[in-house]
């Protein structure tokens, strides 16, 4: 009798627990769900649901299932879409933010490793004073930094380029940190066997521990892809002319081109981080554990 009520609270307790996660999840996944509903909603569908219906005969389930139904679009339509190509030159701007945030992506993986090894498996006098001084980069707010580093960039001639755009996230604290740690994973004995292979520190950067700690890379591009894609502030400082604009700074400007029109506005959003979402469903499935030591013996 005591097992079974023992059970029974175990049960309900973790269907409250479920329950509340559940309306968590909701209320945050809500905003998204709007916005993604109103970019195929047509003309007759309500952008903003009512909160209740006139029939004053509905009881507050029945109104709650009311509200609910009106996040869905009656009518969809991909029109608005369309629109939103064809009136702005998104096609222009989508591939503006795939190149830039591609080669922030290639070029941060690059130097972080190549700072992050060195770090990590070589002997040198002053290692770990400099590798507390670049984690404690991390604590700088950007915007302390976002002057000088405008007036870097306009002193190199980089204004008004991608590789402006780029400039201040070509390597990171984050990253350097991220790497330095999956190459201390690394067994030392494979390093050693590639150095009886003749194998020089850059082989071995190359050839024994980027192929080991894949996850880690992996783990670092999405993060580098996903702030680049989104960045804002930074592009605004530094394009002035429009064919250099990323995508965010493309949807800010939907405000002024399409006025309160929300159903263009909400496409133009979602076309945005569309490319975000998708890059992660493909890179995810190369997030496993590395088998770097699979073939040691112990």
């Given at each position: ?276 979402l998708l890059f992660f469903l493909i890179m995810q499935r190369y997030i496993v554990p590395s088998e770097a030591g699979s073939g040691l013996k112990g």
């Amino acid at each position: 009798m005591v097992l079974k009520q023992n059970r029974y609270w175990k049960w309900l307790s973790q269907g409250v627990t479920y329950a509340l996660l559940g309306v968590i999840a909701l209320a945050m996944l809500l905003p998204l769900l709007w916005l993604v509903s109103t970019a195929f909603k047509g003309q007759e569908d309500n952008i903003f649901p009512v909160a209740a219906s006139k029939d004053l005969s509905l009881s507050p389930l029945e109104n709650i299932v009311f509200f609910l139904k009106q996040l869905f679009p009656i009518h969809p339509t991909g029109h608005n879409f369309v629109s939103v190509w064809q009136q702005q030159p998104f096609g222009q701007y989508f591939l503006n933010s795939l190149f830039v945030s591609s080669l922030t992506v290639t070029l941060n993986v690059l130097f972080s490793s190549l700072a992050a090894y060195p770090l990590a498996r070589l002997n040198f006098k002053g290692k770990d004073f400099i590798f507390a001084v670049v984690v404690s980069t991390i604590m700088i707010p950007f915007q302390i930094v976002m002057i000088p580093l405008y007036v870097l960039v306009v002193e190199l001639g980089l204004k008004n380029t991608y590789l402006g755009v780029i400039f201040p996230a070509i390597a990171s604290a984050f990253g350097i940190f991220l790497l330095r740690q999956a190459f201390q994973g690394v067994p030392k004995e494979l390093e050693e066997a590639a150095r009886i292979d003749g194998c020089t520190d850059l082989g071995i950067w190359w050839h024994i521990m980027l192929p080991s700690v894949r996850p880690a890379l992996v783990t670092l591009a999405i993060f580098v892809f996903i702030g680049s894609w989104g960045e804002f502030l930074w592009p605004l400082i530094i394009l002035d002319q429009p064919e250099y604009y990323t995508l965010p700074l493309a949807v800010s400007n939907l405000f002024s081109a399409f006025g309160l029109n929300w159903r263009l506005i909400a496409a133009g959003s979602v076309i945005s981080i569309a490319p975000v979402l998708l890059f992660f469903l493909i890179m995810q499935r190369y997030i496993v554990p590395s088998e770097a030591g699979s073939g040691l013996k112990g």
